[in-house]
């Protein structure tokens, strides 16, 4: 990662524009990848005069709202075969369905919060388009966790400048917090579903 930094700051701007776009958008596909690492150090780069920040915030915003709107496709086009048919095993066509119908009804408010929650964004994103919500809405609302989470990442690393490295620590912090916080509350959600479950087949 270091010495992929240090390539990134000896590039052209417009290079680094480029992957700052790449990695947010492909963070959507591929939830691994350190895209908050790269939208900090972008920042950072503002400092030493290398890039623009409002360029930067636009780049990273622009990434992440096209790879969820990609991501919004391959469920709306492609979920149901995935999930409804067997291809994932583990994943009950009844538990899909439920996630389903929360999407019908908080689906909106999740995906302004997105951002914001370490480790969902491809999942989000995903259901979303699953769940057929309204594609206007969606790029508009993705667009704007974006623009916020986005402007706290590159205003984090232009605050800290040459120490931005710092804010991995809060970033993993943050992640270990709000990741769980929803092992949790998807850990209830289960054990309702299963209860209830359970209790309308006595019922019979």
Known sequence: MDAFLQTIQSLDPWLVYAIVFGIAFAENIVPPLPSDVIVVF????????????????????????????????????????????????????????????????YGYWIIVANRFLAGTRAVVSFFAGMSGLNLRTTILLSAVSSLLWNAL??????????????????????????????????????????YNKRRKERAK
């Open 42 to 105: 972008g920042g950072s780069l503002v400092v030493l005069g290398h890039v623009n920040f409002p360029a930067v915030l636009l780049v990273a915003t622009a990434g992440s709202t096209v790879g969820f709107v990609a991501m919004y496709f391959i469920g709306d086009w492609f979920g149901d075969h995935i999930l409804e048919r067997g291809k994932i095993s583990f994943i009950p066509v009844e538990a899909v369905k439920r996630v389903e119908s929360w999407f019908g009804q």
């Open 153 to 194: 990442l590159v205003g984090g690393g232009y605050a800290l400048g040459h120490e931005w490295e710092k804010i991995g620590f809060y970033l993993m912090t943050y992640s270990r917090a709000v990741t769980g916080v929803l092992v949790v509350v998807v850990l209830i959600l289960v054990v309702r579903f299963v």
